[in-house]
């Protein structure tokens, strides 16, 4: 039966979302649970796009890319795939008409990937995070609003500068593996290895714009996906937080993490400020 294969493949992107991050697992689980299968399948599929590109350094990553792209389209076209994380993705593309222009946007930016170290421009360095982090955003939001074309449109800049906001405390925190392990620096015109407070702070300050904007999009989402949008919202906050604290010299000798008993603190504020109507 399809709909046993359907079932399995939305399981299997629940526990790719799972093992690779217990933090968004855990915003996931925020939301209410008609769409966590549909976001499960999006970070599915964003996810093993990113790990051929990022880790899988003793195969042919080209290749890989290429051909995930060639599956991706197929599955879309044809409505199913042997790839449950494609099965379940091409489902909810469909289901709440997620706009291929979004996909080829994400799938460009990971291509990048295999290729460019260095963002030397601003164009260049947008265009990224565009298609790296605003358009998941996006197709996150095409979920959260239910296919409805006007809430979407009414909620697209916010949610982009929310996926830019994520995309770049994740640069700043990875940065140390980015440089050692990858060879990569996307912030443009800056030398991390003679990172000064000042760039630090400047850095911090356009992450925090981004922010700000989205905060404006967050309170106006629908409630089926506010608390679990706000509890990831103020989990990147924290790390940012810590960032900001941490001085230039260090933010390559570690990366900032936030404990878990912190993480269930700031579900719980989350919780308390959404149910009570406080943001």
């Not at 792209?69 to 199913?80: F, P, Q, S, T």
């Not at 565009?130 to 697209?156: H, I, P, T």
């Not at 992450?207 to 949008?229: H, K, M, N, T």
């Amino acid at each position: 039966m399809k709909q046993l294969f359907d079932q399995l493949s939305y399981q299997f992107s629940k526990d790719v979302t799972h093992a690779y991050s217990t933090s968004f697992s855990m915003a996931v689980g925020m939301l209410a649970p008609a769409i966590r299968p549909a976001i499960h399948s999006i970070y599915g599929f964003v996810r093993f796009a990113d790990e051929i590109v990022d880790t899988f350094h003793e195969y042919d990553k080209k290749s890989l890319i290429t051909r995930f792209e060639e599956d991706v389209e197929l599955a879309i076209i044809h409505k199913i795939s042997l790839n449950p994380v494609l099965n379940s993705f091409q489902e909810t593309v469909h289901k709440y008409g997620i706009e291929m222009h979004l996909i080829d946007s994400f799938m460009k930016s990971m291509k990048m990937d295999l290729h460019k170290e260095k963002y030397k421009t601003e164009a260049e360095y947008n265009e990224y995070i565009y298609g790296s982090a605003d358009v998941v955003g996006l197709m996150c939001l095409k979920v959260f609003v239910n296919g409805d074309n006007a809430e979407y449109e009414r909620l697209k800049a916010p949610a982009m500068r929310l996926g830019s906001a994520f995309q770049k405390v994740n640069f700043l925190r990875d940065i140390k593996d980015d440089i050692e392990l990858l060879n990569r620096s996307y912030f443009p015109n800056v030398d991390f290895n003679n990172l000064n407070n000042e760039v630090k702070d400047q850095i911090i300050a356009e992450i925090e714009a981004d922010f700000a904007s989205a905060y404006e999009g967050i309170i106006a989402l629908p409630p089926q996906a506010r608390f679990g949008v706000y509890t990831a919202y103020i989990y990147y906050k924290q790390l940012l937080n810590k960032l900001k604290k941490t001085p230039s010299t260090k933010i390559l000798d570690t990366r900032i993490r936030v404990p878990n008993s912190v993480k269930l603190g700031l579900m719980a504020k989350s919780y308390v400020s959404t149910k009570l109507n406080l943001l």
